[in-house]
């Protein structure tokens, strides 16, 4: 048998189904070599009752010499003895020895079959043409075989067989052959169908009587399995192992209904003690041992699911599926563990232990004897189950039989191993020359200690390198950490530690804190073993912080902790740090103030919250945590600096200096931390100038957490035993937060912190260590970031107004603001303000100081007040000295004095015209300022501060309320001044007194005012108009210097009336007196009474000279001598701006006028009125003609428009030539028409150039005077313009 | 009935376990975790392109001498496990599935709660209370 083992075909049955033979022996042997061998080659289909799929079947069958002891007799029911085709070999062919013989021998096989009532017969004639030949009177051929048809199958002709020369190669003879085979074969799936089914159908109601009192199950197996046999034989494995499935499911049944208190008698056998435990055996087609015992009904449990299996294996086997064998398998050891607990069988303990460990292997072997390495490789998932089963198994034997044990086993643990050898029996002959069988295994592992070791390590290993291979890494590391247990209680920690530790990394890595908790305290034992004393306390301080623990392990560890930090350090010894995540959570920290940005040398304070995870109170000696210190942002920083970060802000935005740390949940840390939140921020951009956004954003805080790879970060930010933080090294010179002396009790903990703002910068902070004796606790970064600034200012001196302009000429309110900044303001530190006589510095007596103090940082508001200090102000010559009180650095001082800006007498560089122009430097300062602009006024204060060596020189504007215009009026020859003042501020005045004086005071001008009113009020934006009349004896000079002035004063609902004061404004008039008078008549048409639309009317202009030029004007007024009489030219243009009218004809000319008094030109025109109605004058414009001559003089006032307008006098074309001839011939205008006009003929000659006269110099009598014009009689249409 | 059950989240951290009081915890805790090979293996050789119309049930993950593991996994690979004692016969195949139903069910609640951040481990009564419905009462 051992031979065959490396075989699986080995073990098909032997067995074939019978067929017997009778007749002719010797004939049957000469045919059965090519029978046998012809009868399986082709397959038969077999069709089956109870609608079974029908099947290919290849028939084979085991020939035999009838006997009459092979018919079954009655109530045998062994299938596999079964003849299932009894044939009758004849070659008769003789009628005679038919008749003689052969019938009666045929008649006598047919009784005794018809005696055992089988019916499954043939009977087959040979014939053989060589026989034949012999006889010559023979009968034709078929006569026997009709005689035999005839004699014995009524009705059944097919019953008879005829086999042509079965010896010869002729075609005839294999079609005889052909059609013989398949007839046998028919005939035996037909015999097989009914005898099988009449057994079912026996079988079965067998089955059905399984509750009657007697029934046994063993008796009912041996049927069912007799079934079982015969579809083995039949090659039919698949309904084979279906018949073994059916009795264990039935025996399954029967165990669970035991369990459920409905025991059947047939069971006793089956809960007797277990006796034996020498497991599965696997290497026979059919353990007949077993099958005796169950067919005896002495089996006990094992032994028949033992027995069970073993068929099923075998048969599974056939299949090809050996990875179904395992499953069963495992399945089947699982079970009868169960069964056997259920049906309460006592077992010795570690009998069943054994059992399975046996089995457990012999199910290996056995599929390792059927499969080659790689699949074997390939299928680890199916088999890595029986080896973890089998390990486990043998080390809860190493444990029974004190074979792990340190001092190896004692007498009762030899005492329990012998009983249990005892139950293994001898071994099995099929494995007695194998090394490595199961049974040498066991006995050998539990002989000794060392060979225990060798074979448990052996299939530790293997079954973690198993699990390596296909994956399953938890399992491994659960079969690892049992290794680990072993390696401990063999005193061997330092092979532990390893597998200790890679379990550990993937508890923690996937957060299951139990394991976490069980495999650390493992580990706690296995490194104080190996002294790795750092690590240990690491992990003692992880186990006293862990929530699994009861409060008396927590301690205990603790403790560890706390007395190694008690013991007085060797010389060699250094401190010890550990992880603070195990030791404390930091839960908050919260700034005052808490904007966390302080000036330096103020006090910032740091309240840090501690959940301290240590079951008891721990005094720590120190608790400080070291700053990084930088200069950035920091000291050149204002005050109002806009720090778009605020520090004090965490990640959950609260602005009140809290920051918040993130915590982990206690039960999963790691598994939560795998996916940390994202953590935005809000972000501004602002530009730094005036603090309008550029751009605003959001900004993932995170992101180097989020986007790091995942595998490496698990070992390195949870901290794992072993796995220190890298940066412990505290380096002692580094600024710190420091507290002393701090005894940290279970749970929340609240620790002061005063911060160092020794320096300007900002400070973060990097690292917390705790140290309690020779420990140190550090955490190695502190995350989100915390940090501070300290800011370091310049003393600044502002001076603001305390409205919203200063206003010249009234005394104004400035407010002095000093910030002190990093300087004090020591006694007899004094502003010295230098004196400018523009604004003099108004000092009351009771000035006073403010100081505040500026807590807040850069926030205005929460200034504190600090009181009020009295101000003393000295004044000399040159300097203001103002005496500052002492104050503080970074505190406010502020105080408020009144200065006055004088109003420079002069229009400030204003041409007494041109008020309005844009000459004069001004500004709108508001909306309401936009039409009349408000002269300002730049005061430059030079002011020494004492914190600097140089002066400061801050600008003041000043407005000017007030706005003069002045204007000449004439009425014919008299004059009158007027003058225009305007509110241009917002408040309002009193003005009184408004004189009017020359400057240079001459006897001959008299200026008489018309103004009535002594006072009046002006509120703002409102003018007032004096009027002066002027009156002079002889000649007027021609040039008038005068300068007026008024007394001003603000009302004020507030202040008392003050004093007035004056405002001065300083003009010149020239040219006053009228040189000429323009005098129109319209007459109307003749006849007429009026004048009418649409009708010429003539206009009568005359010019009449009223007074000789004077010097000046002579100078300015080109005259001409022309044949002794003094002229001057003038020209005239009648212009109607409304449209009211029409010139017709010439509207312009050129007039000389005699140098002398009184002396009147005349011109004619024509105008046409175009409305009705009383119609204003059209204008007529006088100006100065100057030749051309004249016109390289360079007026030095000569106006922009003027020259436009002699521009516009060129293209009119006049001829200069032409027109000054006419006058001379007619003396009269004579129109020159422009069209006529050459430009070459003006090209290259000299431009004549008109003149205004000065407004004053020319009065104009037809000034508001109008004219009636009738509507024209003829029309139609009536035309009404209103306007 | 079950004498534990767990819900572990796709990243492999328990939700919520809670096995029979009177037993050893820790052991249905290595039970549980180990139990995770097999799911892992399970799923994966469910293969990708039947992710869509995948049976959630995995059935038995493995079975122990004592214990029988059954495991179920949801769409978003949250896994229930279910350990059984072996000797509790009475359970088939049809009652597991349905106490891994009810528990879907009652997870879906839970999941649905505004309240609930979802990775936190699972301190809704309501589930708690539909769990220990479940699980073997111990004496």
Redesign the interface.
């Known amino acids: 048998m051992e031979a065959h083992e490396e075989k699986p075909i080995i073990y098909t049955m032997e067995n074939k189904p019978i067929v017997t033979c009778a007749g002719d022996q010797s004939l049957f042997t000469s045919l059965y070599t090519s029978l046998a061998q012809q009868l399986p080659k082709e397959p038969m289909e077999w069709r089956r009752s109870y609608g079974r799929a029908p099947k290919m079947i290849h028939l084979e069958a085991n020939f035999v010499q009838f006997k009459e002891e092979l018919l079954p007799k009655d109530g045998n029911k062994a299938l596999l003895t079964f003849p299932f085709l009894h044939i009758y070999w004849t070659d008769c062919c003789d009628t005679e020895v038919y008749k003689a013989s052969v019938k009666e021998d045929m008649q006598r096989w047919q009784n005794i079959l018809r005696l055992h009532s089988s019916v499954d017969w043939l009977i087959v004639v040979v014939e053989s043409d060589a026989k034949k030949k012999n006889k010559t009177n023979i009968l034709p051929r078929t006569s026997i075989v009709d005689k035999i048809r005839n004699d014995f199958c009524n009705k059944q002709s097919d019953r008879c067989v005829v086999l042509s020369d079965p010896l010869k190669e002729s075609s005839r003879s294999q079609e005889s052959w052909s059609s013989f085979l398949t007839k046998l074969r028919t005939l035996l799936l037909m015999s097989f169908t009914k005898n099988l089914g009449r057994f079912e159908d026996d079988m079965r109601t067998l089955r059905e009587k399984r509750t009657e009192p007697g029934w046994s199950f063993c008796d009912y197996f041996m049927v069912q399995e007799e079934l079982a046999f015969v579809f083995e034989m039949l090659q039919q494995f698949e309904d084979a192992l279906v018949q073994y499935d059916e009795l264990d499911a039935l025996f399954t049944q029967y165990v669970?209904n035991f369990?459920a208190g409905d025991g059947a008698n047939w069971l006793g056998s089956f809960c007797a003690p277990v006796r034996s435990w020498n497991g599965l055996l696997l290497r026979r087609p059919i353990d007949m041992e077993k099958r005796e015992l169950i067919q005896r009904g002495e089996a006990s449990l094992l032994d028949l699911r033992s027995y069970l299996f073993s068929r099923q294996c075998t048969l599974l086997i056939f299949l090809q599926r050996p990875w179904e064998v395992t499953l069963r398998a495992?399945?089947l050891?699982?079970n009868c563990?169960?069964e056997l607990?259920?049906l309460e069988v006592s077992v010795v303990p570690g009998a069943l232990d054994c059992w399975v460990f046996l089995s457990c292997l012999e199910v290996l072997h056995r599929i390792e004897g059927c499969c080659d390495r790689s699949q074997l490789e390939a299928n680890c998932?199916h088999t890595v189950?029986l080896w973890t089963?089998a390990t486990e198994k043998l080390k809860s034997l190493g444990y029974l039989c004190g074979l792990v044990a340190e001092n190896g086993p004692t007498s009762e643990d030899l005492n329990r191993t012998v009983d249990l050898l005892a139950g293994l029996g001898t071994e099995r002959p099929e494995t007695v020359n194998s090394m490595q069988s199961p049974y040498k295994k066991l006995k050998e592992a539990l002989s000794s200690v060392e060979a225990f070791e060798k074979h448990y390590l052996e299939l530790s290993h293997a079954a973690v390198e198993m699990?390596r291979a296909?994956?399953?890494?938890?399992?491994a590391r659960?079969v690892g950490k049992s290794l680990a247990e072993f390696y401990m209680r063999k005193g061997d920690p330092e092979r532990a530690e390893g597998f200790l530790e890679e379990s550990l990394r993937l508890?923690v890595a996937?957060?299951?804190s139990?394991?976490v908790t069980?495999t650390r305290k493992q580990m706690a034992e296995c490194q104080k073993l190996l002294r790795q004393t750092d690590d240990y306390l690491q992990t003692s301080a992880l186990l006293a912080g862990d929530a699994n623990l009861n409060q008396e392990e927590r301690t205990h560890f603790c403790q560890e902790i706390l007395s190694f930090a008690s013991q007085p350090p060797g010389p060699s010894d250094q401190t010890v740090a550990l992880s603070m995540a195990a030791f404390a959570q930091l839960r908050q920290l919260q700034f005052s103030p808490p904007g966390a940005v302080v000036h330096v040398g103020a006090a910032l304070q740091l309240e840090l919250r501690v959940r301290c995870l240590m079951p008891v109170a721990v005094h720590v000696g120190q608790l400080a945590a070291t700053l990084h210190f930088s200069l950035e942002q920091g000291g050149a920083r204002g005050r109002a600096g806009s720090s778009q970060r605020r520090p004090g802000q965490g990640p959950q935005g609260q602005g009140d200096g809290v920051v918040l740390f993130p915590q982990g949940?206690p039960?999963?840390g790691?598994?939560?931390s795998?996916?940390p939140a994202l953590e935005l921020y809000e972000m501004q951009d602002r530009s730094p100038s005036d603090s309008s956004l550029n751009s605003a954003g959001v900004v993932c805080k995170n992101v180097h957490l989020l986007l790091r790879r995942h595998d490496s970060n698990a070992s390195l930010d949870t901290p794992t035993a072993g796995v220190l933080p890298a940066a412990v090294a505290v380096d002692d010179g580094a600024q710190m937060l420091r507290a002393r002396d701090v005894t940290l009790q279970p749970g929340d903990n609240s620790i002061l912190f005063t911060a160092p703002t020794g320096e300007p910068g900002s400070y973060t902070l990097r690292q917390l260590c705790g140290s309690v004796g020779r420990v140190q606790f550090v955490q190695s970064h502190i995350y989100p970031v915390v940090q501070y600034e300290v800011y370091s200012q310049e003393p600044q001196l502002t001076i603001e107004p305390l409205s919203d302009n200063l206003l010249a000429g009234i005394p104004q309110r400035v407010k002095f603001t000093i910030a002190t900044g990093h300087y004090s303001i020591k006694k007899g530190d004094a502003l010295q303000l230098s004196n400018t006589d523009s604004m003099p510095i108004l000092h009351s007596s009771r000035c006073s100081a403010t100081i505040l103090s500026s807590t807040g940082g850069q926030l205005p508001s929460p200034h504190e007040h600090m009181g009020e200090r009295a101000l003393s102000i000295q004044s000399s010559e040159k300097v203001t000295s103002i005496s500052l009180p002492p104050t503080p650095p970074y505190h406010t001082l502020e105080f408020q004095l009144e200065v006055l800006c004088h109003i420079p007498p002069a229009p400030l560089k204003l041409d007494s015209e041109r008020l309005t122009n844009g000459e004069v430097r001004h500004r709108s300062k508001s909306r309401s300022h936009a039409d009349s602009a408000m002269i300002h006024i730049d005061q430059k204060v030079s002011i020494d501060c004492p914190w600097s060596i140089y002066s400061t020189l801050i600008s003041l504007t000043f407005y000017v309320p007030f706005k003069a215009k002045h204007t000449l009026l004439s009425a014919g020859r008299r004059k009158y001044i007027q003058v225009c003042l305007q509110n241009v501020s917002d408040s309002n005045f009193h003005l009184a007194d408004p004189v009017l004086v020359e400057r240079q005071p001459t006897t001959t001008v008299e200026l008489l005012s018309l103004n009535a009113k002594r006072q009046q009020l002006v509120c703002s934006q409102q003018s007032l108009f004096c009027l002066w009349e002027m009156r002079w004896a002889k000649d007027l000079p021609p040039c008038l210097q005068c300068e007026f002035s008024a007394s001003f004063v603000p009302i004020s609902a507030l202040d008392p009336p003050a004093a007035f004061k004056t405002y001065r404004y300083e003009f010149q008039l020239d040219r006053v007196s009228t040189l000429y008078s323009v005098k129109a008549e319209i007459c109307p048409a003749s006849g007429d009474k009026h004048c009418r639309t649409g009708t010429l009317c003539g206009l009568e202009v005359s010019i009449t000279r009223q007074a000789e030029p004077s010097e000046t004007e002579g100078e300015e007024e080109e005259s001409t001598e022309i044949e002794g009489l003094k002229t001057t030219k003038l020209m005239y243009e009648v212009v109607d701006n409304s449209s009211n009218w029409a010139v017709c004809g010439k509207s312009s000319g050129v007039v000389s006028m005699p140098v002398a008094p009184s002396a009147t030109h005349r011109v004619q025109m024509e105008v046409m009125p175009l409305f009705a109605g009383h119609l204003p004058f059209p204008n007529i414009k006088v100006f100065k003609y100057l030749p051309h001559s004249a016109a390289q003089v360079i007026q030095p006032d000569t106006d922009s428009c003027l020259e436009n307008d002699n521009l516009s006098l060129l293209d009119k074309g006049l001829d200069d030539q032409g027109d000054t001839a006419s006058i001379r011939s007619r003396g009269s205008v004579h129109s020159v028409g422009s069209g006529e006009q050459q430009r070459e003929q003006q090209r290259g000659l000299p431009m004549p150039r008109l003149e205004p006269f000065s407004p004053g110099q020319v009065f104009n009598w037809t000034q508001g005077r109008q004219v009636l014009v009738l509507p024209a009689t003829d029309d139609h249409v009536m035309e009404v313009n209103v306007t | 009935m079950a004498v534990c059950i767990a819900v572990i989240?796709k990243?492999?951290?328990?939700l919520y376990i809670r096995s029979v009081p009177t037993q050893n915890?820790?052991k249905f805790?290595?039970t549980v975790?180990?139990s995770?090979?097999?799911v892992?293996?399970k799923i994966s050789a469910v293969g990708k392109a039947m992710a869509d119309q995948r049976e959630l049930y995995l059935g038995l993950l493995?079975?122990?001498?004592d214990y029988k593991v059954y495991g179920y996994v949801t769409n978003s690979k949250v896994k229930f496990v279910i350990v059984v004692d072996?000797?509790n016969?009475s359970l088939r195949d049809n009652e597991i599935r349905s106490m891994f139903r009810k528990l879907h069910n009652s997870f879906t609640d839970v999941m649905c709660n505004p309240f609930y951040n979802p990775?936190?481990?699972i301190q809704s009564k309501a589930f708690d209370g539909m769990v220990s419905a479940m699980m073997v009462q111990a004496s």
């Open positions: 669970l369990g495992l399945e050891l699982h563990v169960q607990r259920l998932s189950g089963y699990y296909i994956g399953r890494m938890r399992s659960l508890y996937e957060g299951w139990l394991q069980h949940s039960l999963s790691a598994g939560c795998l996916t | 989240a990243e492999n951290y328990p915890e820790l805790h290595y975790h180990t995770l090979d097999v892992e293996e493995y079975p122990t001498e072996s000797s016969t990775g936190d481990t």
